[in-house]
């Protein structure tokens, strides 16, 4: 176990929805991290937030979005969803903002978009 | 950009083989280099890392790697595989001048026959 908490576990929805990935880092990190992978686009990183504000932006679709709240917990928002958004979705945490530090992902959260 | 390549996607080896995964990366600054490993149904986690000093680093599970940086690679070794040993693995890179993103390579799948 990573300390890191993802909900839900398991996503399943129709084209066109929006839907709500929740993560809470591990207790102390102020980083929060989103990857998407999938089969054919394997680990791809999404956005990054530090402390509340966002800090980098990696392959992420003006449809989604992400925000880090005043108690470190991260949202994932994807919207318009289309059948190729289907993934596994991680979440990682580190403490501070710097190259050195080992990530900590969560287990992940399985969105199928039928 | 930066870029890693694991050139090998599917490796499939007895127990008691020599194991060996390639990565290479491409940038030309310094880099922090990492390897992750994802059992299947389960999050990745941390096998080893390097930052700076002795280019052979020990990590866990009896894994190794060697940072050669005039080949930009950091290859993954272990001498004696064990069944439990089968996941996918995952080469990392990050750059002191791009703190927060972390460039994953596409992923080694390791299948080790009992």
């Known amino acids: 176990d990573s300390g890191v908490t993802q909900t839900p576990k398991h996503l399943i929805t129709a084209t066109g929805q929006r839907v709500t990935l929740r993560c809470s880092p591990r207790?102390?990190?102020?980083?929060v991290y989103w990857y998407q992978q999938s089969l054919d686009q394997g680990l791809q990183f999404l956005i990054q937030?530090?402390?509340?504000?966002?800090?980098a932006k990696g392959n992420i679709l003006e449809r989604f979005s992400a925000q880090q709240f005043p108690d470190l917990h991260s949202e994932l928002n994807l919207s318009s969803l289309e059948l190729g958004d289907s993934a596994l979705y991680f979440c990682?945490?580190?403490?501070?903002?710097?190259?050195?530090?080992?990530?900590?992902f969560g287990p992940g959260t399985r969105l199928t978009v039928l | 950009a930066q870029s890693v390549s694991q050139h090998n996607h599917h490796v499939i080896l007895s127990e008691a083989a020599s194991l060996e995964l390639g990565c290479n990366y491409s940038?030309?600054?310094?880099?922090?280099l990492f390897w992750y490993v994802q059992y299947p149904g389960q999050h990745l986690q941390l096998l080893l890392k390097?930052?700076?000093?002795?280019?052979l680093v020990k990590g866990i599970k009896g894994f190794e790697a060697e940072f050669i940086k005039s080949k930009f690679s950091f290859n993954l070794r272990k001498p004696s595989v064990q069944w439990s040993d089968t996941a996918e693995y995952f080469c990392?890179?990050?750059?002191?001048?791009?703190?927060?993103?972390?460039?994953f390579g596409s992923g080694t799948r390791l299948s080790i026959r009992p």
């Open positions: 937030y530090y402390n509340g504000e966002e800090r």
């Open positions: 990392a890179v990050t750059s002191d001048s791009s703190a927060s993103k972390i460039i």
């Open positions: 990682a945490s580190s403490v501070r903002d710097s190259s050195y530090n080992e990530q900590f």
């Open positions: 940038y030309g600054g310094t880099v922090n």
């Open positions: 390097y930052f700076s000093g002795d280019p």
């Open positions: 207790s102390g990190d102020l980083s």
